[in-house]
């Protein structure tokens, strides 16, 4: 296994007008034996980075090393890294023993017959395809060679593992187990991984620390704890999460000493707890204190925060303390077993809220509910898709 350092890499495709960058600047570092993910949106540059780190793509700018070398006049063959595309790249005149076997009987590892069959066994059983070694690739159904291209990088000996969504064709049990499987051979700190998706669950789930790329940008990267609790920007804070962070526009102001409350003027929004903090995020008639807001008076931000950290009240009432009370009425409700979605219209915005099923019974579509906000629970961020966090 070997430390991979990627500095500053650029790369652009098409001529004139028809100029795409894939990579604007992008740097991160991934440290000797750990798990590294990628995330992003379709498009946002993963499998091109992936592709210059394994030495398949050229950039136009920058550099990669491996192990603290700089491998830019080294042949992708001799880098010693194992790639799992996402397309799956068999050979289809091959069975899935062979297909799995073929890296370790290169003219670089060429080991013993015993170890091939031993070695490709074990990989086989734990990917669940160890009945399947005999079969022929061309009639294994898709999740089933997406494991079986998995298996034939796992097999492998090398400084590390390129991994490009090797379950995005697994069905939602199977990924399920496939992450489980990861995770162990990952905790094991003997090979370092590079993991590309767009599937928020398996870089939380999986990673030591997580890249966010979008149009080729790296936004932010940092553990999983660090990337849920305090995203660089708006984006970020959207991309983990399910349903998405709720945000609301609004702007900030000079937050009153005294405590008050007060009603909507017009929005029917709700009541505000005691504006006791250095500004107040302003919507619709309702104030909401926040405290140590890196932006001034006047600013136009998003307030964001989690459906989970959001509570319902039903009734009349004033919040209870330290709370902020935004009135609405429910626009659409999804029960998911023990769990409820409640998305409530307040205003012009949709908010989502997940509740305990047993706590809104008789909930029914257009009731008046109240939805609380903990301004302790809010990230801000300035206006922008990007915009940049200014909350502690």
Same mark, same amino acid.
């Given at each position: 296994m070997?430390?991979?350092s990627v500095d500053t890499l650029r790369?652009?495709?098409?001529?004139?007008?028809?100029?795409?960058?894939?990579? *604007? *600047?992008?740097?991160? *570092?991934?440290g000797d034996g750990?798990?590294?993910?990628?995330?992003?949106p379709s498009g946002a540059g993963k499998t091109t980075t992936l592709k210059s780190i394994a030495g398949l793509v050229e950039p136009d700018k920058g550099a990669v090393r491996i192990g603290g070398q700089d491998v830019a006049d080294v042949e992708p063959t001799h880098r010693n890294l194992a790639m799992c595309f996402e397309s799956y790249a068999l050979y289809p005149q091959h069975n899935v023993f062979d297909n799995m076997a073929s890296p370790l009987r290169s003219p670089r590892l060429r080991m013993p017959a015993a170890d091939v069959r031993s070695r490709v066994g074990r990989i086989a059983d734990m990917l669940g395809i160890g009945h399947l070694l005999d079969r022929s690739v061309t009639q294994l159904s898709n999740g089933q060679r997406q494991r079986v291209a998995l298996?034939?990088?796992?097999?492998?000996?090398?400084h590390a593992y390129l991994l490009d969504e090797p379950l995005a064709h697994l069905d939602a049990k199977l990924r399920a187990t496939m992450r489980a499987e990861l995770k162990a051979i990952s905790t094991d700190g003997l090979t370092t991984t590079v993991y590309v998706t767009h599937d928020y669950v398996e870089a939380l789930s999986l990673a030591d620390r997580i890249g966010v790329l979008r149009e080729g940008r790296i936004l932010q990267v940092g553990t999983p704890r660090e990337m849920w609790a305090s995203p660089a920007n708006a984006f970020v804070a959207q991309a983990f999460g399910k349903p998405r962070i709720n945000m609301l526009a609004g702007g900030l102001r000079t937050s009153r000493d005294h405590a008050s409350t007060s009603e909507s003027a017009s929005s029917g929004l709700g009541r505000s707890a005691p504006r006791d903090g250095t500004h107040a995020f302003v919507a619709g008639g309702v104030e909401i204190p926040l405290r140590d807001i890196d932006a001034p008076p006047g600013e136009s931000v998003q307030l964001a925060v989690r459906p989970r950290d959001l509570r319902l009240h039903v009734g009349a009432g004033d919040p209870p303390p330290g709370k902020v009370r935004l009135d609405g009425v429910v626009y659409v409700l999804e029960h998911l077993g023990r769990q409820t979605e409640v998305t409530v219209q307040i205003g012009e915005s949709l908010v989502s809220v997940v509740a305990p099923r047993a706590a809104v019974p008789t909930l029914a579509l257009d009731d008046k509910v109240g939805v609380l906000i903990d301004p302790s629970t809010t990230h801000v961020f300035l206006s922008g898709e990007e915009g940049k966090r200014v909350s502690p």
């Amino acid at each position: 296994m070997a430390a991979i350092s990627v500095d500053t890499l650029r790369k652009t495709f098409g001529r004139g007008a028809g100029v795409v960058t894939a990579l *604007d *600047d992008v740097s991160f *570092d991934v440290g000797d034996g750990e798990f590294f993910c990628l995330l992003g949106p379709s498009g946002a540059g993963k499998t091109t980075t992936l592709k210059s780190i394994a030495g398949l793509v050229e950039p136009d700018k920058g550099a990669v090393r491996i192990g603290g070398q700089d491998v830019a006049d080294v042949e992708p063959t001799h880098r010693n890294l194992a790639m799992c595309f996402e397309s799956y790249a068999l050979y289809p005149q091959h069975n899935v023993f062979d297909n799995m076997a073929s890296p370790l009987r290169s003219p670089r590892l060429r080991m013993p017959a015993a170890d091939v069959r031993s070695r490709v066994g074990r990989i086989a059983d734990m990917l669940g395809i160890g009945h399947l070694l005999d079969r022929s690739v061309t009639q294994l159904s898709n999740g089933q060679r997406q494991r079986v291209a998995l298996g034939r990088v796992l097999v492998r000996p090398a400084h590390a593992y390129l991994l490009d969504e090797p379950l995005a064709h697994l069905d939602a049990k199977l990924r399920a187990t496939m992450r489980a499987e990861l995770k162990a051979i990952s905790t094991d700190g003997l090979t370092t991984t590079v993991y590309v998706t767009h599937d928020y669950v398996e870089a939380l789930s999986l990673a030591d620390r997580i890249g966010v790329l979008r149009e080729g940008r790296i936004l932010q990267v940092g553990t999983p704890r660090e990337m849920w609790a305090s995203p660089a920007n708006a984006f970020v804070a959207q991309a983990f999460g399910k349903p998405r962070i709720n945000m609301l526009a609004g702007g900030l102001r000079t937050s009153r000493d005294h405590a008050s409350t007060s009603e909507s003027a017009s929005s029917g929004l709700g009541r505000s707890a005691p504006r006791d903090g250095t500004h107040a995020f302003v919507a619709g008639g309702v104030e909401i204190p926040l405290r140590d807001i890196d932006a001034p008076p006047g600013e136009s931000v998003q307030l964001a925060v989690r459906p989970r950290d959001l509570r319902l009240h039903v009734g009349a009432g004033d919040p209870p303390p330290g709370k902020v009370r935004l009135d609405g009425v429910v626009y659409v409700l999804e029960h998911l077993g023990r769990q409820t979605e409640v998305t409530v219209q307040i205003g012009e915005s949709l908010v989502s809220v997940v509740a305990p099923r047993a706590a809104v019974p008789t909930l029914a579509l257009d009731d008046k509910v109240g939805v609380l906000i903990d301004p302790s629970t809010t990230h801000v961020f300035l206006s922008g898709e990007e915009g940049k966090r200014v909350s502690p």
